[in-house]
Nanobody
């Protein structure tokens, strides 16, 4: 079973920045490297939504609402992905989840942006 650990969430003011990290400490490096990795988020009372993905080769994709503000990246040697979040807005408040491949999820990290 894949084990993903997110960190870096917290409380920040409108316009602030946070950097989320997801690690896969129990995953073989070659398996990590072969998978699409992604960040999703779920706000209270809403469906979980895609935020950003990064392929094995580093191609990225973002939901329109975060384009130009968020950057996803990966460090295959360290089996990590990151989500740099700048110019945060109150509507970015949610639990942020890391995902590997089709079905493996982390436990989530809370991001709260105060207006």
């Amino acid at each position: 079973q894949v084990y993903l650990v997110e960190s870096g969430g917290g409380l920040v003011q409108d316009g602030g920045s946070l950097r989320l990290t997801c690690t896969a400490p129990r995953t073989i490096t070659s398996v990590f490297n072969a998978n699409v990795m992604g960040w999703y988020r779920q706000a209270a009372g809403k469906e979980r939504e895609l935020v950003a993905t990064v392929t094995a080769r580093g191609s990225t994709n973002y939901v329109d609402s975060v384009k130009g503000r968020f950057t996803i990246s990966r460090d295959n040697a360290r089996k990590r992905i990151y989500l740099q979040m700048n110019n945060l807005k109150p509507e970015d408040t949610a639990v942020y989840y890391c995902k590997m491949g089709e079905n493996s999820w982390g436990q989530g990290t809370q991001v709260t942006v105060s207006g």
